[in-house]
């Protein structure tokens, strides 16, 4: 069956400019995050969704970042005035039901990278 | 300090050797416990979860010591085809999964 998927593979923008990062998730799938990795490091936890709304947005790094899930399966990672610092891949994620458990692993899309100029 | 924990490397091993990576969390609260691998460019996908007992998948065994609070992962008879990079995962009783750093395996021939 089909994955994650996420759109556009690629983006380059200027600095300043608005982004918008789309996730399609597993059918079925209620629990979708998103994170960010940088080169060499871990992906760097955002925002997690339970259904259409934000269980825990504790990891998006200040008001530039906001996510939406309007009907509970697409979710759009919106960028503001983008800075060269948000330059990175953003991994989208789902799970069958709340993530951490055993039998509801992640399922990661294959990313989008970023690049901001 | 880090939530997670890991040894960036990279390990350098020669076909055939065996080989482990650790692993160390600063939350005793920490429930469940993975560990992901990623290829270069690639997605990180699910090698294994990490259980109370430790458990064994084909080459790869999986160990979690919560009193000192650090999980391993062993892979025996190294292929090349292993080489990637390895993540641990925590999830930290709420609805966090947190990634280590990862660790760098480079398997020669």
């Known amino acids: 069956g089909a994955g994650v998927s996420q759109t556009p593979s690629n983006k380059v923008t200027e600095k300043g400019k608005y982004v918008e990062l789309r996730c399609d998730p597993i059918?079925?799938?209620?629990?979708l995050y998103w994170y960010r990795q940088s080169l060499g490091q871990g992906p760097e936890f955002l925002i997690y969704f339970q259904g259409t709304g934000a269980a825990d947005d504790s990891g998006l790094p200040n008001d530039r970042f906001f996510a939406v899930r309007p009907e509970g399966s697409v979710s759009t990672l919106k960028i503001q005035r983008t800075e060269r610092g948000d330059s990175a891949v953003y991994l989208c994620?789902?799970?069958?039901?709340?993530?951490?458990?055993?039998?509801?692993?992640?399922?990661f899309g294959n990313g989008t990278r970023l690049t901001v100029t | 300090r880090k939530e997670v924990e890991q040894d960036p490397g990279p390990f350098n091993v020669p076909e055939g050797a065996t080989v482990a990576f650790n692993c160390t969390y600063s939350n005793s609260a920490s429930q469940s416990f993975f560990w992901y691998r990623q290829d270069c460019r690639k997605e990180p996908k699910l090698l294994m979860s990490v259980y109370s007992s430790g458990n064994e998948d084909g080459r790869f065994t999986a160990q979690l010591n919560r009193a000192s609070q650090y999980i391993s992962l062993l892979i025996r008879d190294s292929k090349l085809s292993d080489s990637a990079t390895y993540l641990c995962?925590?999830?930290?009783?709420?609805?966090?999964?947190?990634f280590g750093g990862g660790t760098r395996l480079m398997v020669k021939p």
């Open positions: 995962v925590v999830n930290n009783a709420g609805n966090m999964l947190t």
């Open positions: 059918s079925g799938h209620t629990a």
């Open positions: 994620a789902s799970s069958l039901t709340r993530p951490g458990q055993y039998n509801s692993p992640l399922h």
